[in-house]
T-cell receptor, first 114, second 111 residues
Framework: SAVISQKPSRDICQRGTSLTIQCQVD?????MFWYRQQPGQSLTLIAT?????????ESGFVIDKFPISRPNLTFSTLTVSNMSPEDSSIYLC???????????FGSGTRLTVV | DAKTTQPTSMDCAEGRAANLPCNHS???????VYWYRQIHSQGPQYIIH???NNETNEMASLIITEDRKSSTLILPHATLRDTAVYYC????????????FGPGTSLSVIP
């Protein structure tokens, strides 16, 4: 199975600041996916990141708020910009696992905005 | 919107089989049924998937009805560690198909 290293695991940030979350995969993958999980809720897809092209955002998410980089086939970052307390969530990245045909998820970044 | 419906919550006695149902009446012919679970404070974990045949692996069994409109995930001998939220998802077998999560079923395994 693919192994994802996601950093940081948690952070407490001041409102108005930005946080960049990193995901490193131990194998090359075509697509990487970023999710948000608000407290007590299910996962919501933010965007899909394909190497070498602009990320594709889901309804309700915009690039100015959640810029994504995908510089190569093993790495991606998600930035949460100009944070407010409503951005307090767990953010997760995901990739397809070529071995099992399922998707592997990172352990998540627990963000608290104060 | 998610293409599946699941009960909000279920209880299961430790050591007994846990049977988690899922309805996916609008599934198309080339879509698979996937199951994931999320243990508290962890990322979701892939469990099993199937197209139309029943499937079994070391974690669980997946029973898909003949018309493919519903399925059941079976944990044969539930343990306390199986307490988690279980998500039933339908989708294509390709990395280009995004995974859309519904609310899932919160399974509590009771001693």
């Amino acid at each position: 199975s693919a192994v994802i290293s996601q950093k940081p695991s948690r952070d407490i940030c001041q409102r108005g600041t930005s946080l960049t979350i990193q995901c490193q995969v131990d194998s090359q993958v075509t697509m990487m996916f970023w999710y948000r999980q608000q407290p007590g809720q299910s996962l919501t897809l933010i965007a899909t990141a394909n190497q070498g092209s602009e990320a594709t955002y889901e309804s309700g998410f915009v690039i100015d708020k959640f810029p994504i980089s995908r510089p190569n086939l093993t790495f991606s970052t998600l930035t949460v910009s100009n944070m407010s307390p409503e951005d307090s969530s767990i953010y997760l990245c995901s990739v397809e696992d070529q071995g099992s045909y399922g998707y592997t998820f990172g352990s998540g970044t627990r963000l608290t905005v104060v | 919107d998610a293409k599946t419906t699941q009960p909000t919550s279920m209880d299961c006695a430790e050591g007994r089989a846990a049977n988690l149902p899922c309805n996916h009446s609008t599934i198309s012919g080339n879509e698979y049924v996937y199951w994931y679970r999320q243990i508290h404070s962890q990322g979701p974990q892939y469990i099993i998937h199937g197209l139309k045949n029943n499937e079994t692996n070391e974690m669980a069994s997946l029973i898909i009805t003949e018309d493919r409109k519903s399925s059941t995930l079976i944990l044969p001998h539930a343990t306390l560690r199986d307490t988690a939220v279980y998500y039933c998802i339908v989708g294509l077998k390709t990395s280009y198909d995004k995974v859309i999560f519904g609310p899932g079923t919160s399974l509590s395994v009771i001693p």
